[in-house]
């Protein structure tokens, strides 16, 4: 086996320092303000907004990491192996929690308008929130099991990998974390153009918030897939090349590419809020007219 001293470039560091400062203050301003907004301005829950609800937690978690993944990419980790443990536990649980959480509110949409009264009696607030407990529940023993297997010596950097041997398990974090939630939301994602594309347009009202509503899909679908697939593609990579002994040189570029896509991933949690805030009341009144159709 290879080792190698990878240390972070100079260039990483000041692309860090200029993007997870405004990722910071605006991610959790954007998730504070929604959560002020769910439990104080909306009237009435649906299991929509649980999800919402949920996706929001998940995101703020992860947002409250990237002080910590700054200090890591500017100074030697000297904070203890303990809490960068923890703090890459966090980071883990709550990513792919909004991952899951995305697919979810992607299948609430896609029951709503394709199967309005299925809708009914499939989702309620009891089930939404049952729902996100599992989940939580899933990830935090995936998490569990993930620092087991990690090495346990003192740490001089922290949010990357401190051992070149190949992750075991990234292929199913990979594949069941990330690429198995693509093909579901790929797939409501579609269905649900198509049927709000198909419906009869009564007047132009009615066109206008239709075109809206596939606007929004659309532009979340492009969002999940530009935050996540270039990191769980880096992942892929940095296993290939370690389960092949690949050069440092190859190393290093890999993990400098990890790094980079780390952050294009980390902006999901600004973009989330804003998305799915004006989501919310698009697609409840693309459903009222589904139904009355």
């Known amino acids: 086996m290879i080792f190698c001293n990878i240390t972070p470039q100079p260039s990483l560091q000041t692309f860090s320092l200029i993007s997870y400062i405004p990722l910071f203050f605006f991610g959790f ?3 504070v303000l929604a959560i002020w907004v769910f439990c104080f301005k909306l009237k009435k829950w649906t299991e929509t907004t649980v999800f919402m609800m ?4 998940a995101d703020i978690l992860v947002i409250l990491t990237f002080p910590f993944r700054l200090y890591s990419h500017l100074h030697i980790w000297d904070l203890g192996s303990g809490l960068c443990k923890s703090l890459m536990s966090s980071y883990f649980v709550n990513t792919y929690m909004s991952i899951f959480t995305i697919t979810a509110i992607a299948f609430d949409r896609y029951l709503a308008i394709r199967h309005p009264l299925k809708h009914k ?4 607030l009891v089930k939404a929130s049952a729902m996100c407990c599992i989940l939580w529940i899933i990830f935090i023993i995936a998490s569990i099991l993930r620092i087991l297997q990690s090495t346990d010596h003192t740490l001089y950097v922290c949010f990357q990998k401190d051992s070149k041997e190949p992750f075991n398990m990234t292929l199913i974090f990979v594949v069941g974390g990330f690429f198995l ?5 790929s797939f409501c ?4 153009v198509m049927t709000l594309c ?3 347009i009564l007047d132009t009202r009615e066109q206008y918030s239709t075109k809206k509503a596939v606007n929004i899909v659309i532009s979340n679908f492009v969002i999940f897939v530009v935050c996540f697939l270039p990191i769980h593609v880096g992942y ?3 296993f290939v090349a370690e389960s092949f002994n690949a050069s440092c040189y190859t190393l290093e570029q890999v993990d400098f590419f990890v790094h980079v ?4 991933a980390n902006s999901n949690c600004v973009l989330d809020s804003l998305c799915y805030y004006f989501a919310a009341s698009e697609f409840r009144k693309a459903l009222s007219r589904q139904k009355f159709t």
């Not at 949920?54 to 937690?57: A, H, R, T, W, Y």
């Not at 994602?189 to 649900?192: D, H, L, N």
């Not at 896509?261 to 294009?264: F, M, Q, V």
């Open 29 to 31: 301003t954007c998730n």
């Open 54 to 57: 949920n996706l929001v937690i």
């Open 121 to 124: 009696g499939w989702m309620s």
């Open 181 to 185: 939630p693509l093909i579901l939301i």
């Open 189 to 192: 994602t579609g269905k649900i």
């Open 198 to 200: 198909d419906k009869e």
């Open 236 to 238: 892929t990579i940095r």
């Open 261 to 264: 896509a780390t952050i294009i």
